[in-house]
């Protein structure tokens, strides 16, 4: 956490309170001043009493706090909501704790109200409505609302200060960011207003306002947030590499550093014994576990079921890699497809083999009906953001089809296709396609029908051997990342299968265009080439006369 500087007296005075308050939930009820760990009395005081010395103006307008889970986290920002309260000298101002579900909104409410029930000083200070889940200071008329999360909660509404426990929950939501920037109006009126974020890591891919916020901070952090940052990251997480690395991050005597309230609100010699006999049951339950209690993040996916090359692929973006740039380079390029209903994606992958080093450099595209964002509502932030990226496009299944022709075309048109065997796909659902190939002169055996399931096999482990041997460069977008994460493999007795974990909620569509292409690549092909194209071409005039 960066040195903030601070206005001494008004630290001293948050402290004062919220060191008072007691904890309602624990034996003996012990103060915030025996059983809270200097970790957050740093933020409180960041957060409340940071002031610019030649200015006096505040300085930390927002905060984000990523702190694995059982880290009194929710308790302590009750605490600091109710000592904001009592700090905040306007009348008639509103302040939020906003939670994404009920159950963590009630419980942030009673431990805010468990507090002032224990002090007679409180009572006298704060009026608490239970069935309001609102805390009144009686001598401003100022309101702290505890609420749960909903597109209409500051409708109308100007919170100076609004904190937002559990806000990786808010990624799942598609109606997230217009919210907070609702909230966050109330930062460029005169009154000011600020935000405080604190979370766990998500237990998915980050997607929507959680992506968009977490980036944020790791940029602020990493020094590149622009010359007058507002928000204050405070982020428990190791290094991007090393969260890689599931030999560092399995090494229980790495835990403590990212556990500030360890022999606190943690016991160390439980969370270990939790990991053992529940968090290493399986893969799956695994990447939960130590994304929840060890912040580390679900992206290309770690277990063992996973894609082999799953552990490579980041290593091998390019993002400068768009398909002008491809096409550039390659002496000869295919195409991969894979789709399915409304539901899915529509993916489509160009693979080209790069002149003299003969590098394959891959591109993908994912195509989807608007109608998936209302079916498939639990992956609607994260292809919204595919979409932001450029990576993924909404339109009507003939505007998709068209296009994919069109892509195609093109590179056929350039003289980059083979004659045969240019155009691979699953055989399933795909007459649409074909007529549409069939307009812009790829058909006949150009196209290939691949098998799916095991038979794309030596797609898989070819793919896994050139990522690991650096002979690979790929676009390196988010929808890709997601896609090879969302990979599982299962083994047959006639080969491995890609498979996705859990139907709706992991698209693998585009990683199977990509398996498609590589199938087709792996065949050595040879580009048909301008001249040959013009024969090409007039011998399919002369069969349609």
Same mark, same amino acid.
């Given at each position: 956490?960066?040195?903030?500087?601070?206005?001494?007296?008004?630290?001293?005075?948050?402290?004062?309170?919220?060191?008072?308050?007691?904890?309602?939930?624990?034996?003996?009820?012990?103060?915030?001043?025996?059983?809270?760990?200097?970790?957050?009395?740093?933020?409180?005081?960041?957060?409340?009493?940071?002031?610019?010395?030649?200015?006096?103006?505040?300085?930390?307008?927002?905060?984000?706090?990523?702190?694995?889970?059982?880290?009194?986290?929710?308790?302590?920002?009750?605490?600091?909501?109710?000592?904001?309260?009592?700090?905040?000298?306007?009348?008639?101002?509103?302040?939020?704790?906003?939670?994404?579900?009920?159950?963590?909104?009630?419980?942030?409410?009673?431990?805010?109200?468990?507090?002032?029930?224990?002090?007679?000083?409180?009572?006298?200070?704060?009026?608490?409505?239970?069935?309001?889940?609102?805390?009144?200071?009686?001598?401003?008329?100022?309101?702290?609302?505890?609420?749960?999360?909903?597109?209409?909660?500051?409708?109308?509404?100007?919170?100076?200060?609004?904190?937002?426990?559990?806000?990786?929950?808010?990624?799942?939501?598609?109606?997230?960011?217009?919210?907070?920037?609702?909230?966050?109006?109330?930062?460029?009126?005169?009154?000011?207003?600020?935000?405080?974020?604190?979370?766990?890591?998500?237990?998915?891919?980050?997607?929507?306002?959680?992506?968009?916020?977490?980036?944020?901070?790791?940029?602020?952090?990493?020094?590149?947030?622009?010359?007058?940052?507002?928000?204050?990251?405070?982020?428990?997480?190791?290094?991007?590499?090393?969260?890689?690395?599931?030999?560092?991050?399995?090494?229980?005597?790495?835990?403590?550093?990212?556990?500030?309230?360890?022999? +606190?609100?943690?016991?160390? !010699?439980?969370?270990?014994? &939790?990991? /053992?006999?529940? #968090?290493?049951? *399986?893969?799956? %339950?695994?990447?939960?576990?130590?994304?929840?209690?060890?912040?580390?993040?679900?992206?290309?996916?770690?277990?063992?079921?996973?894609?082999?090359?799953?552990?490579?692929?980041?290593?091998?973006?390019?993002?400068?890699?768009?398909?002008?740039?491809?096409?550039?380079?390659?002496?000869?390029?295919?195409?991969?497809?894979?789709?399915?209903?409304?539901?899915?994606?529509?993916?489509?992958?160009?693979?080209?083999?790069?002149?003299?080093?003969?590098?394959?450099?891959?591109?993908?595209?994912?195509?989807?009906?608007?109608?998936?964002?209302? +079916?498939?509502?639990?992956? !609607?932030?994260?292809?919204? &953001?595919? /979409?932001?990226? #450029?990576?993924? *496009?909404?339109? %009507?299944?003939?505007?998709?089809?068209?296009?994919?022709?069109?892509?195609?075309?093109?590179?056929?048109?350039?003289?980059?296709?083979?004659?045969?065997?240019?155009?691979?796909?699953?055989?399933?659902?795909?007459?649409?396609?074909?007529?549409?190939?069939?307009?812009?002169?790829?058909?006949?055996?150009?196209?290939?029908?691949?098998?799916?399931?095991?038979?794309?096999?030596?797609?898989?482990?070819?793919?896994?051997?050139?990522?690991?041997?650096?002979?690979?460069?790929?676009?390196?977008?988010?929808?890709?990342?997601?896609?090879?994460?969302?990979?599982?493999?299962?083994?047959?007795?006639?080969?491995?299968?890609?498979?996705?974990?859990?139907?709706?909620?992991?698209?693998?569509?585009?990683?199977?265009?990509?398996?498609?292409?590589?199938?087709?690549?792996?065949?050595?092909?040879?580009?048909?080439?301008?001249?040959?194209?013009?024969?090409?071409?007039?011998?399919?005039?002369?069969?349609?006369?």
């Amino acid at each position: 956490m960066a040195d903030v500087p601070l206005n001494a007296e008004r630290a001293a005075k948050a402290v004062a309170f919220f060191n008072r308050l007691r904890l309602p939930d624990v034996p003996g009820t012990p103060t915030m001043a025996e059983a809270c760990g200097e970790w957050f009395r740093e933020i409180l005081c960041a957060f409340l009493a940071s002031e610019d010395p030649d200015t006096k103006q505040r300085l930390v307008w927002e905060l984000l706090c990523m702190v694995p889970k059982k880290n009194s986290k929710t308790t302590y920002v009750a605490a600091l909501g109710l000592t904001a309260l009592y700090m905040e000298e306007a009348p008639n101002r509103q302040m939020l704790i906003v939670a994404p579900s009920q159950n963590i909104s009630e419980r942030c409410f009673d431990q805010a109200q468990g507090m002032i029930r224990l002090d007679e000083r409180l009572k006298a200070i704060f009026n608490v409505q239970d069935h309001l889940k609102c805390i009144t200071r009686r001598k401003t008329g100022t309101q702290l609302d505890v609420k749960s999360f909903d597109t209409s909660i500051v409708t109308g509404e100007i919170p100076i200060l609004t904190i937002i426990d559990e806000v990786h929950e808010l990624g799942k939501k598609a109606k997230a960011a217009a919210v907070m920037q609702q909230i966050r109006g109330g930062g460029i009126t005169m009154q000011g207003g600020q935000v405080l974020m604190i979370t766990t890591q998500s237990d998915e891919a980050p997607a929507g306002i959680w992506k968009t916020e977490l980036l944020k901070a790791r940029k602020i952090r990493d020094g590149q947030g622009g010359s007058a940052p507002i928000m204050l990251p405070v982020l428990y997480e190791f290094p991007q590499e090393l969260q890689k690395r599931q030999d560092f991050w399995r090494d229980q005597r790495n835990w403590s550093m990212l556990l500030p309230n360890i022999n +606190r609100s943690i016991d160390a !010699a439980r969370l270990i014994a &939790d990991y /053992e006999n529940n #968090g290493r049951a *399986t893969p799956q %339950a695994e990447q939960i576990w130590a994304s929840q209690h060890l912040n580390i993040e679900i992206g290309v996916g770690i277990g063992d079921d996973g894609w082999g090359g799953a552990e490579y692929w980041d290593l091998r973006a390019d993002p400068t890699l768009t398909l002008d740039e491809l096409l550039a380079r390659s002496e000869v390029a295919v195409v991969g497809a894979d789709g399915g209903g409304l539901d899915d994606l529509f993916g489509i992958c160009v693979i080209g083999r790069e002149k003299v080093t003969r590098r394959w450099l891959i591109w993908c595209h994912a195509y989807a009906h608007p109608k998936v964002l209302d +079916r498939r509502k639990e992956i !609607a932030a994260q292809l919204r &953001d595919f /979409e932001a990226e #450029g990576s993924l *496009t909404f339109c %009507a299944v003939s505007e998709y089809i068209a296009a994919i022709a069109a892509t195609a075309g093109r590179i056929r048109d350039m003289g980059l296709l083979p004659e045969k065997k240019a155009f691979g796909f699953d055989p399933n659902n795909i007459a649409a396609l074909v007529d549409a190939l069939a307009l812009v002169g790829i058909e006949g055996d150009m196209l290939h029908r691949l098998r799916q399931g095991p038979a794309l096999s030596p797609a898989l482990w070819g793919l896994e051997h050139k990522l690991s041997d650096d002979t690979i460069s790929h676009d390196g977008s988010g929808l890709m990342s997601w896609s090879v994460g969302n990979v599982k493999i299962e083994v047959k007795l006639n080969g491995n299968m890609a498979t996705k974990e859990a139907a709706g909620r992991a698209k693998i569509d585009p990683f199977v265009a990509m398996l498609c292409a590589a199938i087709l690549m792996s065949w050595n092909p040879e580009a048909m080439g301008m001249a040959d194209l013009g024969d090409y071409l007039s011998e399919l005039k002369a069969m349609a006369s």
